[in-house]
């Protein structure tokens, strides 16, 4: 693996490229202009309103990231010191350290091949008197197989909470990713379908875990009126963190969420486009849209026929400055996780096996023709010289 750090700018094609335009630049000046509210003001509930209008729930609540919406959430559910999560190995680290902020133990269950999101058959081998909830990942902008996977968790009563960080705006069966499970997370980090720079929010449709994540947002603070609205002393009831997301940030997302539709069906174009063309080599599967999925592609995976052919060609593409990236590392082989759980390699097959041959490929929703041309004949290179490499 060429692990050799590269600077950005040298990219012909970066992993990633952020859309934005002068209506973002429009909303914002006018928020630094008018001098007052950059905090608690009221494009943050204005915000939420059209997340929670977008993905069909009753209640939204903004952070400060995708990370602290997990972490708030847990909090608000109660979940704790003894409690087991069941969560994949195969996301982001945060789904697994969000478990460890509140004392819980993260229980990793394999996946399966056709979502990577957690295997419904296998969930149930891994529940037991301890399990509070269960911790599903929606990858790349696909949604996992979360209908059987709620099943499973409301036949056993334990509660439901989607790490649907890289999916905003996707669906599966006509419902928007984020309004199946009790509760979900959005993230707006960088690399995201929408962006706010860093930045997350919480859907449900429980009242009681809304008012609770507001609480655990600021400070434990019943907020009636907006806090420096009010001038008198409000009242603390438990103890909570300062995870609020900006009046900047949350304008950011209110002009970004307007043209969410729009920069989908750009991805979903370019995607369109590099599968039409790299799908004739056998080594190389594209991304897959079951029946009754949508693919917002936040990445564009390929998957390889082995770990050889995937490493070759993720250098390759480096010698061509294309940044390509293998998401996920299993989060148990980390050394941290390593260390701390000692999972035993042969409970996790599916997860050992796809992340050894999954590349992820610069995605983003403004392409130019000659920047996918190019993603796409240095592919055809690689396979049409293979045996030198
Ligand atoms: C699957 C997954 N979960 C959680 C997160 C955490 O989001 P954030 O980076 O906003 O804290 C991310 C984001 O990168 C992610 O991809």
Redesign the pocket.
């Known amino acids: 693996m060429n692990s050799k750090q590269e600077n950005p700018d040298q990219w012909k094609l970066p992993l990633y490229k952020i859309y934005s335009d002068d209506e973002d630049l429009n909303l914002i000046t006018k928020i630094i202009k008018r001098g007052t509210k950059w905090a608690i003001g009221p494009e943050i509930e204005e915000f939420e309103n059209e997340i929670k209008n977008y993905v069909g729930t009753d209640y939204c609540i903004t952070l400060n990231?995708?990370?602290?919406?997990?972490h708030a959430l847990f909090l608000a559910y109660g979940i704790g010191k003894e409690d087991e999560v069941i969560i994949p190995s195969f996301?982001?680290i945060?789904?697994a350290n969000?478990v460890l902020f509140v004392d819980a133990i993260p229980k990793f269950s394999d996946i399966e091949e056709i979502t990577f999101g957690l295997d419904p058959q296998l969930i149930e081998k891994n529940i037991n008197s301890k399990t509070k909830a269960i911790v599903p990942?929606?990858?790349g902008g696909l949604s996992c197989k979360i209908f059987d996977i709620k099943k499973i968790a409301s036949d056993n009563n334990i509660i439901l909470i989607e790490?649907a960080?890289?999916a905003l705006g996707s669906s599966i069966k006509g419902k928007k990713v984020g309004s199946v499970s009790d509760s979900s997370?959005f993230?707006?980090?960088g690399?995201?379908v929408l962006t706010t720079g860093?930045?997350?929010a919480a859907v449900t449709n429980s009242r009681e875990i809304y008012e609770k994540l507001k609480l655990i947002r600021s400070h434990g603070r019943v907020d009636r009126t907006s806090y420096f609205d009010n001038p008198d002393e409000p009242t603390y009831e438990m103890l909570g963190f300062n995870w609020r997301m900006s009046t900047i940030t949350a304008t950011l997302g209110l002009s970004q969420i307007r043209k969410l539709d729009k920069l989908i069906q750009m991805r979903k174009e370019n995607a369109k486009y590099i599968s039409s063309q790299i799908s004739k080599f056998s080594q190389i599967s594209v991304p897959n849209v079951p029946d009754g999925h949508d693919h917002i592609y936040q990445m564009y995976t390929i998957r390889l026929e082995n770990k050889k052919i995937r490493d070759n060609l993720h250098q390759y593409l480096t010698t061509k400055k294309i940044f390509s990236k293998l998401y996920f590392s299993p989060i148990h082989r980390t050394s941290f996780y390593q260390q701390k759980f000692k999972t035993d390699e042969n409970s996790l097959p599916i997860t050992n096996k796809i992340s050894d041959q999954v590349l992820t490929l610069p995605m983003y929703p403004n392409m130019t023709r000659e920047e996918k041309t190019y993603l796409v004949e240095s592919i055809s290179e690689f396979f049409e010289n293979q045996s030198s490499y």
């Open positions: 990231s995708g990370t602290s919406a997990l996301s982001f945060s789904t969000s990942m929606d990858y790490d960080a890289e997370i993230s707006f980090c690399n995201k860093e930045g997350g």
